[in-house]
Structure formats: structure tokens, C-alpha cells
T-cell receptor
Framework: GQQLNQSPQSMFIQEGEDVSMNCTSS?????WLWYKQEPGEGPVLLIA?????ELTSNGRLTAQFGITRKDSFLNISASIPSDVGIYFC??????????FGKGTMLLVSP | GAVVSQHPSWVICKSGTSVKIECRSL??????MFWYRQFPKQSLMLMAT?????????EQGVEKDKFLINHASLTLSTLTVTSAHPEDSSFYIC???????????????FGPGTRLTVT
């Protein structure tokens, strides 16, 4: 199926730094979801976005649904070592299956 | 809330045998369940979608006779890998989604995954 363009592919940062990652698509989505996956585990839903322009926070995480409905970003503020993992964006229209990005691997050094 | 469990978490089987993986939604009724396969350092690859009481819809390239999916109840779906071979070794993840009458699908929640190794 269609893939979203997710960037960056990987990030290696120092603890305390802010992180930003984004996804773009050629198609319009009605829902954007952001997941985090740790090694050997399934993805865990972090934030769900339903309206163009919507900005939603979950603790140190903030995500926005782009106004064109074709993009979304995820910010992590003041990163900590337990933020390490792979972050996936996913887009959805109505009852369609999720379209996943290829993931952003985040490494945080103490 | 929104917990999806999978069993077993890992399994090793011999080539030619069949393996069944269970996926359960613990605190909601999942009208739709999904099965994904994930290779190391790659994104999730959708294998099939199943609606409760209906036959599963398989993605292109996924053999329905090899990967048998049953979604007999609103809280349970099973994936059976038949006549497993080493190339079937992978991380299998199920996902569940609650039904909605609003026209908007609810969020999709994932199980913890099952690591299958075929020797």
C-alpha cells in the first residue's frame, strides 16, 4: 500500500534536547495517529488527531494535524532516555486501514 | 483501557508444523482486527483485515491458505501459520479497532506482538 514520507529516518540526541519529526502524504487523511514502538513490543498509541489544524499534547509530546490534511508533526520536549524507540506516524481515512510511515528511530544519550 | 493482548509472546516451532497466535481485546469489543508482520528495522506490513463473523480480507501477496485468520467473536481473533517454514519467521502483531456508528473509525490499538521462529 501507499507509504507516508516520514522524516528524519533516525535521530541521535542528548538528553534534555527537543525533538521534532514529521510525516507527509500525497493523499488527504481524516485522522493522524502517532505510535511509539520499543524493541520486541507492539506499537503504543501516543496521540490521535481528528481535525485539520488540531494541536494536541500528551505530557511532553505535542502533535499537530496539518491544515492541508496531508501532513502531521510530532514534537518531544526535554527528551529523556526512556524516549528511545521507533516513532511511527499513521494516516487514516474513514474506516480505511492505516497507512504507516517508515518510522523515526530516536536514540537519546544520557 | 484499550488493551490488546497476544499469546504466545514468542514461539519456536519446527518446519512443517502449524502455529496458532491469539489476539484478544480485553476491555472493548473489536469489530475489526488486523494482523501485521514486521521485519527487523522495518515498518509494519498489513497482512489481513478481519471483521467479526466475516471472512478475512487479505492484502496482495499474502497467502490466505497459509495464514488462516478466524475472528469468531468481538474479542478474539486467531492467526494460524500453517506448514511453517523458516522464511515465515517474523514478528507478528495484531491490532484491534472498536466499531463506530459515527462514520469515524475509532483508534487502532496494537498487541505486544508474537515472535515466531521456525527452525
Amino acid at each position: 500500500g501507499q507509504q507516508l514520507n516520514q522524516s528524519p529516518q533516525s535521530m541521535f540526541i542528548q538528553e534534555g534536547e527537543d525533538v521534532s519529526m514529521n510525516c507527509t502524504s500525497s493523499s488527504i487523511f481524516n485522522t493522524w495517529l502517532w505510535y511509539k514502538q520499543e524493541p520486541g513490543e507492539g506499537p503504543v498509541l501516543l496521540i490521535a488527531l481528528y481535525k485539520a489544524g488540531e494541536l494536541t499534547s500528551n505530557g511532553r509530546l505535542t502533535a499537530q494535524f496539518g491544515i492541508t490534511r496531508k501532513d502531521s508533526f510530532l514534537n518531544i520536549s526535554a527528551s529523556i532516555p526512556s524516549d528511545v524507540g521507533i516513532y511511527f506516524c499513521a494516516g487514516q481515512s474513514g474506516y480505511s486501514t492505516l497507512t504507516f510511515g517508515k518510522g523515526t528511530m530516536l536514540l537519546v544519550s544520557p | 483501557g484499550a488493551v490488546v493482548s497476544q499469546h504466545p509472546s514468542w514461539v519456536i516451532c519446527k518446519s512443517g508444523t502449524s502455529v496458532k497466535i491469539e489476539c484478544r481485546s480485553l476491555d472493548f469489543q473489536a469489530t475489526t482486527m488486523f494482523w501485521y508482520r514486521q521485519f527487523p528495522k522495518q515498518s509494519l506490513m498489513l497482512m489481513a483485515t478481519s471483521n467479526e463473523g466475516s471472512k478475512a480480507t487479505y492484502e496482495q501477496g499474502v497467502e490466505k491458505d497459509k495464514f488462516l485468520i478466524n475472528h469468531a467473536s468481538l474479542t478474539l481473533s486467531t492467526l494460524t501459520v500453517t506448514s511453517a517454514h523458516p522464511e515465515d519467521s517474523s514478528f507478528y502483531i495484531c491490532s484491534a479497532r472498536e466499531g463506530s456508528t459515527s462514520g469515524w473509525a475509532y483508534e487502532q490499538y496494537f498487541g505486544p506482538g508474537t515472535r515466531l521462529t521456525v527452525t
